[in-house]
């Protein structure tokens, strides 16, 4: 997206909740802001750096309880934000020498596990506050008083156009020249003196920062973070099938993918478990119909040219098996 | 030897990894006979052998078995009309033993009534297989390995069978006894095309021979014949 | 300080437990070592086993071992008409987007699960659920040893299925090289639908396993999938006796994790334990 435009949205959105409006809007927006920023990082991993990472919910948990436990030191909520960006990224940091050992599927299973861990282990942790009435293992974000949901929203502004310009700068920089070897091949890279430990590192710790970061805003608004939310799967397939529908490794993709979600996600709120049921349906179907998502069907029929290209380019998102 | 025709290609273009790799090919292999497909490396002799065995289809032309046209068939629907084909590099399955690599061998419906029947065939023509018929066979020699790809190719029963690159990185000793043991498997019946790098040993070896370069049939004829051409003596014996 | 005597109950368990563990390992082996990719629904196929025998035992009054005769023909057709019309095409696609495809099959069990039969947690009543052998000082629970006889009965079964049968060593060869195997004369798309039909079959015992031994809830797939990963990387693919050894390991950390941690412990330690040996040997203690 050229620079000026988004300087232009970005100003416009920005001054949206002063304009009055319908109010449900800004809590659309802000959902739709969150979830970019979670859907521009996964797609960073699994599209350009070859990393299908399924542990997003590790990042955001980490991030949002690193956050609300802060607020019980007195520590403002939005240092606790940068905070909690931060210890995601460093805890990514700590957890790349092992997990990048792991190949192919064992890397998605792998990185399956460690929100697991992390939810098991805020079940029983509880560095500060008491034991809470009635047992539970989650915190109230302090701090919260004359904090505004415009303030909210407008933090998650932030994030949603930082993910972009991220995003954005790293697919021009050599960083993204790197990723985009590493991700076709990884032993080839390394043959052309790539260090691909190094580029997956960035990667992943940037992205874990602004997931974390991105995590940790959504729970100031919600006001509790528990284990069951924080790191529940819910998170990685917001990203998941945000960045499927809108076209995984390609740079616009999470932002149309995310819009559809959104979408979804208030449409089917009210219907509880319904909700993961139809999205894990919408899922499969996607991966079989049109695996390139919404802006690959878009690049295929500006390439191919016409509808006759674009019905056998969905069969043909044919890439070639990775080895394992 | 007859006159019968059992395996025609008729100007087949191939693509392999998404370049052209042969142009308008043609051979003919008769019952009986041994015939050599020989040439440099990456000439495109093993994609014309994936060809006849159905891992690759060709984009034009045909390929016709006993008067059967078998172009569009997939390899495995192949083997159960006679068609064997044994590797380059072998391919044995590494983790089985010798036994269960043979034995796997006639998998398809009509090879396995034979079975005991081939296999006692297959030890006599490779007695060292039955010593080391329940050893894994990644664990055996290059020779070793070849006896058993061959003995693989002939428990499915065929009537031609493929052998590729059977020579690559053997001891001209075991390579002699590997021709030999292809004069045994043709006195049997069975009808042998072959590709190879070593020219020179494969055109004395063979009745009748191609010689392929950059993916076209240059050469064709009795295989004696061919040995004595200017061309084949310059470009492949040094002379 | 903990005598061996307080323990030798926690060990005793975790050594039955590990039969279970193999035979939701088994399913899950199979379709790796031939397709290269991990069915991650396969826990909830397990648990969606261990629903069809709860249906059976509540609706019919059948026991749930005598549901397997049912569950297990169903399963395995199941399991076909998923590999044919599901993962096949997203497997030739790429092993990414197979993973992906079952990810979204997991939710989709996992949720439907809930919608039908509510977050309840839910369990197998037999006659023998409350019943102990006792051994010693130690006390065996029944159904632990019921679940590892059936281990043993299962993991016989399919090694001389996998080892003396056309279709089994066709299903090993095509795991080895599935190019050469067509040259034998197997058809690959059919070996996948079969594995993938007996890793179901194998999903529906081990369904009925759990049921009798746990109470379980729709969600309770996903940390079945992630012990029987470990069970199978620790053991390594193809070895049998690796598998179980693997099984029994896990069974052991999480008993013991359990006894010293207390229930978070035992899930805790046997995770811990996928990630470190995820790690440090990827291809196993035992296999290639």
């Not at chain 1, 319908?22 to 809590?27: D, E, G, I, K, Y």
């Not at chain 1, 960006?85 to 299973?109: C, E, N």
């Not at chain 3, 197997?186 to 009925?208: D, E, H, K, T």
């Amino acid at each position: 997206m050229p620079l000026i435009s988004l300087g232009v949205v970005t100003i416009v959105l920005a001054v949206l909740p002063k304009m009055g409006g319908p109010r449900v809007l800004p809590l659309y927006l802000f959902h739709f802001f969150v979830f970019l920023a979670m859907a521009n990082m996964w797609n960073l991993l699994a599209g350009y750096s070859g990393l299908l990472a399924l542990c997003p919910a590790a990042f955001i948990g980490l991030a949002a309880y690193t956050m609300t436990i802060l607020t019980w030191v007195d520590v403002p909520f939005y240092v606790g934000i940068i905070a909690g960006g931060a210890a995601a990224a460093l805890f990514a940091a700590i957890i790349s020498p092992s997990v990048f050992r792991m190949k192919g599927v064992y890397f998605a299973i792998g990185t399956l596990v460690v929100p697991e861990i992390l939810r098991l282990v805020f079940l029983r942790w509880r560095p500060v506050g008491g034991e809470l009435h009635g047992g539970g293992a989650g915190y109230m974000v302090k701090g919260m008083a004359g904090v505004t949901m415009e303030h909210t929203y407008w933090l998650g502004l932030a994030i949603g156009v930082a993910s972009v310009i991220v995003v954005g700068i790293i697919l021009r920089s050599k960083l993204g020249l790197g990723l985009a070897a590493i991700r076709d091949n990884d032993a080839t890279a390394a043959s052309s003196g790539i260090d691909v430990f190094r580029l997956k590192l960035y990667s992943f710790v940037i992205a874990a920062f602004i997931m974390g970061a991105a995590g940790a805003i959504f729970y100031s608004y919600q006001g509790y973070i528990e284990p069951s939310a924080g790191f529940h799967i819910k998170w990685l397939m917001t990203a998941l099938l945000a960045t499927v529908i809108g076209g995984k490794g390609i740079e616009g993709g999470p932002l149309v993918g995310t819009i559809i979600v959104v979408i979804l996600h208030f449409q089917l709120a009210r219907y509880g478990e319904l909700s993961l049921l139809i999205q894990g349906i919408i899922l499969v179907i996607i991966m079989l119909a049109a695996p390139q998502g919404i802006m690959g069907l878009a690049r295929d029929l500006r390439n191919g040219g016409g509808f006759r290209a674009l019905l056998g380019s969905a069969s043909q998102g044919r890439i070639k098996p990775r080895q394992i | 030897m007859s006159e019968e025709v059992l395996l025609r290609v008729s100007n087949i273009d191939v693509f392999y990894g998404g370049a052209q790799a042969l142009w308008d090919v043609s051979l003919e292999v008769r019952r009986g006979e041994i015939v050599a497909l020989a040439g440099s490396n990456g000439a495109g002799k093993s994609t014309l052998l994936k060809t006849v065995s159905g891992v690759i289809h060709p984009a034009k032309g045909s390929v016709e078995f006993a008067g059967m046209n078998i172009t569009k068939l997939n390899a495995y629907d192949i083997v159960a009309q006679g068609i064997s084909q044994v590797p380059e590099g072998r391919r044995l399955f590494p983790e089985m033993t010798v036994f269960q690599n043979l034995a796997i061998g006639s998998y398809n419906g009509k090879a396995r009534a034979k079975r005991e029947e081939n296999l006692t065939r297959v030890y006599e023509l490779f007695p060292v297989l039955k010593e080391r018929k329940d050893q894994l066979a990644k664990t055996l020699s290059g020779g070793e390995q070849q006896m058993v790809a061959i003995g693989r190719g002939l428990m499915s029963n065929p009537r031609l069978i493929l052998i590729d690159e059977m020579s690559l990185g053997l001891s001209p000793l075991i390579v002699c006894d590997l021709f030999r043991v292809l004069h045994a498997i043709r006195a049997r019946g069975i009808t042998v095309l072959l590709v190879e790098q070593n020219v020179w040993q494969s055109l004395h070896e063979a009745d009748r021979a191609y010689i392929i370069e950059t993916g076209r049939i240059v050469l064709s004829g009795n295989a004696l014949e061919l040995c004595e051409e200017e061309e084949v003596r310059e470009a492949y014996f040094g002379v | 300080m903990e005598t061996l005597a307080d323990l030798a109950s926690p060990i005793a368990i975790g050594v039955l437990l590990g039969g279970l563990y193999v035979v939701i390992a088994l399913g899950l082996s199979l379709v790796f070592g031939v397709m290269k990719v991990i069915n991650v629904a396969h826990g909830d196929l397990v648990i969606l086993g261990s629903y069809f025998a709860y249906v059976t035992s509540t609706s019919w009054g059948l026991d749930p071992i005598l549901s397997m005769v049912v569950g297990i023909p169903l399963f395995f057709v199941m399991g076909i008409f998923i590999e044919k019309f599901l993962l096949h095409r997203a497997f030739r696609m790429s092993a990414d987007a197979a993973l992906i495809v079952a990810f979204g099959i997991s939710l989709i069990i996992q949720n439907g699960a809930q919608l039908v039969w509510t977050p309840l947690s839910r369990g197998l009543m037999t006659s023998y659920t409350l019943e102990s052998l006792k051994i010693g000082d130690v006390y065996l629970p029944v159904v632990y040893l019921v679940d590892f006889a059936m281990a043993l009965v299962v993991v016989l079964a399919v090694h001389q299925f996998l080892k003396r049968t056309y279709l089994g060593q066709a299903i090993t060869a095509a795991s080895q090289d599935s190019e050469t195997a067509q040259l034998m004369g197997i058809n690959p798309a059919r070996v996948y639908q079969i594995a993938f039909g007996i890793a179901m079959a194998l999903a529906a015992i081990a369904g009925v396993s759990l049921a009798l031994t746990f109470p379980f809830t729709p969600k309770s797939g996903v940390p079945f999938l992630i012990i029987a990963f470990g069970v199978i990387i620790l053991g390594g693919l193809g070895s049998m006796v690796g598998t179980f050894i693997g099984g029994m390991i896990f069974g052991l950390s999480q008993t013991l994790g359990g006894h010293f941690l207390g229930p978070t412990g035992q899930l805790l330690v046997p995770f811990v334990m996928v990630l470190v040996v995820l790690t440090i040997r990827p291809q196993g203690l035992f296999g290639r």
